[in-house]
């Protein structure tokens, strides 16, 4: 549908104007003289506002009127207490729900294409005419993460554009985060397994050196029980050699006193003759009792030295064992701090697959199915770019002609385009864009302080003090 009349009456600063638009619409002449007022009105039209203030100063009420080529009039109408009305007929037919049956004929969203001359302005203008909106399920199956460990605090609600974006940065952000991580735990494990000894052979450990020792003193035991029993026959066989010699002497001292009393008393003779036979058995008895050799004690307490030398050794060991334990305790937490840099190395990997994935491919991926502006449009490292050239380094020509297309993407219900300070716009640029726009089938209106552009075909409205001169 295309705009075939436009009347205004007391809107602003408009006192009344009433157009019928050609193609193409150049609303000319000097500041504060009603041109942008022009395109509120038509804006106003179809959106609403209930503002008294809309009302030119001094009269009662405001009113717009705009005719469509279907016949369709549209009528709205506020007074001075705010209060406005909306009218929609179409021949006879009048619709019941005014407001909802504009909101489906015009597009909502307000667009000049001048703002994509703006680099402040030229991504929030192109998505205006990208409808792409993505969800957290959409990306948590993308990316094969879990919801719950998508960076919080993003507005899905916004455009898909800026939702990957802010993505993005997120796992930008964890996957810097990680990369610092797995790089401090590598250097702290390298660290440490720098200052591990080298691998030594295995020593005896504490329970088999234990083990040993306590064999040592079972052997310790039995020896000083082989040396007491040899002292003890010892202590006997001195006992026994200190009793033959006491009785040598008594068997002398009777021999003596056998002569001398041999010839007095033959009696006392057999008595003492008799006690010299006893004491000789006693003697021949002892000497078969008495080994003929004293044990030898010299090799046993050897023997107990060396038990001794060796539990010494043994306890020596010990210590070893300590130091081989500590080693391998420290080696198990050397392995554990390998596993942890491992872990977060694989994590800063993981990460880093979703930033690739987010930087490019899911973008190419998820706006594979919407329609461009124009050919060779796309979106690459966070900015728009036409054939791989960034929108910002265009030329003058072709982000007019990225801006046309932005706008007809936009204006796909009404076919209308507004277009406010075309002054900016060189005769050159003005003369591409009016090629670019010529018979496109949409209605431009186009505001410009000063005369106008020469343009084929096109209706020129010059605006004084809120009236088009005559």
Known sequence: MNIVRLKILNFMSIIDVDIHPSQVNQIVGQNNNGKTTILKALEWAIKGKPDASLIRRGEESAEVIVELDD????????????????????????????????DALFDSTAFNPLDLLDPKKRN??????????VTAEQIAQELSCPIDRLPAGINYGEHGLKVIDQLYKGFYQR???????????????????????????????????????????????????VLEKALAEIEVIKKQDERLDKLKKEILALDSQREIMESAHKEAVARVKSKREYILNEIDDLKVKTPKESPDTTAIRESCTNLQIQEGELKAKMKEADAYVAVQKQRVMVDDMHAQFLKAEKIAGELKKRVDILAGPLREKLM????????????????????????????????????????????????????????????????????????????????KVGGCFVGLNDSVIPMSNGQVIQ
Not at 71 to 77: A, H, L
């Open 71 to 102: 016949e369709t009039i549209i009528k709205r109408r506020i007074n001075a207490k705010g209060m406005q009305s909306v009218d929609v007929r179409r021949g006879e037919f009048k619709t019941t729900s005014p407001q909802a049956h504009l």
């Open 124 to 133: 929030d203008a192109i998505m205006q005419a990208l409808e792409f909106k």
């Open 175 to 225: 996957r810097a985060e990680a990369n610092k991580e797995a790089e401090e735990k590598k250097k702290r494990w390298q660290t440490y397994h720098n200052d591990l000894p080298q691998d030594a052979e295995r020593p005896l450990m504490h329970d088999e050196i234990l083990s040993k020792i306590e064999t040592i003193n079972d052997q310790k035991v039995m020896a000083n029980r």
């Open 368 to 447: 594979a199915g919407i329609e461009m502006p124009i050919k060779g449009l796309s979106f690459a490292d966070g900015q728009f770019v036409v054939d791989g050239i960034p929108v910002d380094n265009l030329s003058s020509s072709l982000a007019l002609k990225l801006a046309i297309g932005v706008a007809r993407k936009i204006a796909k219900k009404n076919k209308v385009i507004c277009i406010d300070g075309a002054e900016m716009l060189d005769e050159k640029t003005w003369a591409d864009f009016r090629k670019e726009i010529d018979n496109d089938g949409f209605v431009y209106f186009i505001t």
